[in-house]
């Protein structure tokens, strides 16, 4: 694991709550139950459940939703995610959440947020660049630059960026208030949106005119497309023509054709997949294909608390099951730098980083 562990990696499909650390979830839980808001030991037999359908996951994701429910939990949670990923070498991250309002604590939509920000600025491990650069113009500017020299001293620096996710239970209206929320909020690192939630619930098209609105308005788009099969709307997500996609699970060969022309990078994630039952096993996971073909991806972790994975253990994952040497899965990552949602002073920064490590790799 080490030599996965050691590699600087890129992180883009990675939703906060579903990353939330076992450890926290438990105590979080075990306060609640003592407070009587909830029976600690059926939610521990759900937390502890290894294996888990698609619908077993989301019933988990209700269930954490219950315990991260308060302001000071959100940032803890925030926090100690990124330091997480900074921990095994994660240069860039980028972390979806679903802004969720809860009156009984006075949490809006906003204040939410402004919570995760909170949590992203409380990180103490490394430096953490989350703010966009004003457009080109900067390359390493004022702040450290990657693994910066301080008082003879090195820091570890991770980029984090924002999405907000839009629920695919919610409303048309609901989603618009998330994408101008990110647009109030871009000064401050949200720079695009997701959509996902449930595979099962809602029509895409519901979320059509909040998707347009944030794209003509500069934010970057990622959708969760075919985790169930679904012809019509696979198609229809990908003639939309999102920056990338997520999953890509049940695709048939119109479907493959489609996104292979498009060019359109998807994001992979293994032990997601695996673990929820999308893809029976990893012998027969598209990842193959599309790598072979040489179509833009990235390995991410989906939900790395939950799936009880890490992006070091994915790669050792991918590099087991296809086959892929060190080389191979650096270049995978190296690659990803290209469809990061950031500006282009980030991306050469990242692809100094990777050139750096590049002279290491075959020490
Ligand atoms: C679709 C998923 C997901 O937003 O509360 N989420 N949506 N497919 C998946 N694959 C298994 N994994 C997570 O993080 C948790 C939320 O992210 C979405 C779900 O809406 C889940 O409730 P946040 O930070």
Redesign the pocket.
């Known amino acids: 694991m080490e030599k996965w562990v050691s590699m600087p990696k890129v992180e883009l499909h990675a ?4 990353s939330i650390r076992d450890s926290t979830l438990l105590e979080l839980a075990r306060g609640l139950g003592e407070k009587g808001v909830i029976v600690f030991s059926e939610f521990e037999n759900v937390i502890q459940k290894d294996d888990r359908s ?1 619908t077993e ?2 019933r988990l ?2 269930l ?2 219950i315990v ?1 429910t308060d302001h000071n939990v959100i940032t803890r949670v925030t926090q100690e995610v990124i330091e997480d990923f900074a921990a095994e070498n994660v240069v860039y991250l980028e972390l ?3 802004p ?1 309002k809860n009156e009984s604590v006075g949490m809006t939509k906003h204040s939410y947020l402004e919570a995760v920000l909170e949590g992203v600025k409380a990180v103490s491990t490394v430096d953490v660049d989350f703010r966009p650069h004003d457009g080109d113009v900067r390359i390493t500017g004022n702040s450290p630059p990657i693994n910066a020299t301080c008082n003879g001293s090195t820091r570890k620096k991770i980029y984090v960026r924002l999405l907000l ?1 839009i ?1 695919r239970r919610g409303t048309a209206e609901a989603a618009m208030e998330t994408v101008n929320l990110a647009l109030e909020m871009s000064d401050l690192g949200v720079v695009g949106i997701d959509l ?4 099962t619930v809602g029509e895409w098209t519901t979320y059509l005119p909040a998707l347009k609105f944030a794209r003509e308005q500069g934010l970057y788009v990622t959708l ?1 497309c075919g ?1 169930v099969p679904n012809p019509k709307e696979i198609r229809s997500m990908l003639d939309f023509l999102p920056q990338r996609i ?2 890509a699970c049940c695709f048939e060969e119109p479907e493959w054709e489609k996104l292979k022309s498009s060019n359109i990078p998807v994001e992979i ?1 293994l032990t ?1 997949n695996i673990r ?1 039952n999308t893809i029976p096993s990893l012998d027969v996971h598209h990842f193959a294909d599309l790598y072979s073909k040489k179509h833009p991806l990235v390995l991410c972790t ?2 790395s608390g ?1 799936f009880a994975t890490s992006l070091s253990n994915e790669y050792n994952l991918a590099a087991s099951a296809f086959g892929l040497g060190r080389r191979e899965i650096f270049e995978l990552t190296r690659n990803a730098v290209e469809f990061v949602f950031a500006d282009d002073g980030v991306k050469r920064e990242l692809t100094e980083l990777f050139r750096i490590a590049e002279q290491k790799l075959d020490q």
Do not use: A, Y
């Not at 939703?15 to 579903?18: A, D, E, P, T």
């Not at 996902?196 to 595979?199: L, M, Q």
């Open positions: 939703h906060l709550n579903g698609l996951v989301f994701f209700d954490i939703h991260t979806r959440t679903t969720k996710s629920d996902s939630g449930n595979p969760h985790e997520g999953h994630c997601s929820t989906d939900d939950v």
